[in-house]
Structure formats: C-alpha cells, structure tokens
C-alpha cells in the first residue's frame, strides 16, 4: 500500500515531525480507495466509509510506522475515507490518544483544499478519548484559537497518491476549504488501543 522506502526517514514521528512523499501510495490501494469513494457518493450509509488494509497491506503499513517512529507494536485504530460533505467543517485540533500516528493519503480534493499542520505550535498530547477532550482541557476553542495564532501552518496539498504522516494526537491539524475533498487516514498507536467504532461516530455530520 505504501511504495517508498521508509528506512531513510527513521524515527520522524517520534520526533513530532511531518513527513510528506508525494505519489507514494500504490495504484492497487488507490483503486480500491477509488471504489470505496464511489460508494461513499452513491448513497450516505457511514458503514461504507472504512476500508480496512489487507493482511499483506497491513504488514506493509505497520512496517512504515514503525520505522517513521521507533514503536515495534502497533495498533491500528483507524481506517476510513473521509469525504467532506456540506455541512462538514474542519476546525484546529488534536486527535484522541488512539489515533497517536496518522497517514493522510489523498484520494480526491479540489486544488484550493489544503491540510494544515502546525508543526512549530503547542506539541503536547491529547490523552483523551476524543478530539473535544483536549479542546476542553485548555478551557475551549478560543483557547485552541490562541495557541494556533502563535505560529504558522503549514499548508499542504494532499494530491491523489500523496502521503502525510504527521503524530496526529500531538500536533494542531485541520482542513482548510474541506467541502468536496476525499482523504482516506489510517492512524495506529503504541498504547494498544483499539476504538475504530469511535472513528465512525465522528464521521456522523
């Protein structure tokens, strides 16, 4: 599923970086992300946005998230298409705990759709069980507004292929002009935790 040598960037996430390789997701995933994002637009039943990897491509995703951050066991926690529909925003925040290391992988967006990372901000973690525990811990989202304002994001594109590994329950992220865009994110984490029901709660508009 990943068709780039990730050796040579050991240990990026868990120096809380960002890592970017461009065209770097293979035309077999990529097909079956094409499929799924067709039956996402035929009809709105959320059971069909999760697409978990095969053995082989689990294996290979493990392997890449291991070296990127130094942890040899690993739990995915996450595996869905997320396809931004009216009525979706997409504000500053950090991931639940589960979703400790996240994969963007562009399937589908407009070239004015950009994700925006905050890798030079505020690097501590969300240890909750949701994206509005940590929001609620700083004392709400005009406190999030605050941090966020501190630094610049960095604004990527994420074109079809292209890979963004980022430590998602670390670093401020959200999508700037989300409306139309199709991001697929697989997330694993050192803790052993597996929630991937909650992932398809938060999909719910």
């Not at 491509?57 to 595996?79: C, N």
């Not at 594109?157 to 999508?175: I, Y």
Request: glycine share 8%; with cysteine.
């Amino acid at each position: 599923m990943f068709s780039f040598d990730s050796t040579k960037y050991l240990g990026v996430l868990k120096r809380n970086e960002y890592l970017i390789i461009r065209n770097g997701c293979t035309k077999n995933f990529l097909t079956k992300l094409d499929s799924l994002l067709s039956k996402i637009l035929e009809g709105d039943n959320v059971k069909t946005f999760s697409l978990i990897p095969d053995q082989e491509e689990m294996e290979v995703a493990l392997k890449v998230f291991s070296d990127l951050s130094g942890d040899k066991e690993l739990t995915i926690s996450r595996h869905h298409l997320m396809h931004y529909r009216p009525g979706m925003t997409s504000n500053p925040h950090k991931d639940r705990k589960s979703l400790q290391y996240g994969c963007a992988i562009g399937v589908d967006s407009p070239e004015d759709s950009k994700l925006l990372l905050w890798p030079d901000g505020n690097l501590d973690e969300n240890t909750g069980n949701h994206y509005r525990d940590y929001i609620d811990s700083l004392g709400g989202v005009d406190k999030v507004n605050d941090l966020v304002s501190q630094t610049k994001p960095q604004e990527i594109f994420t074109g079809k292929g292209d890979l963004v590994f980022f430590p998602a329950s670390k670093m401020f992220h959200c999508r700037k002009n989300p409306l139309g865009s199709s991001v697929y994110y697989l997330d694993v984490n050192s803790y052993g935790l597996n929630d991937r029901e909650a992932s398809m709660q938060e999909r719910r508009v």
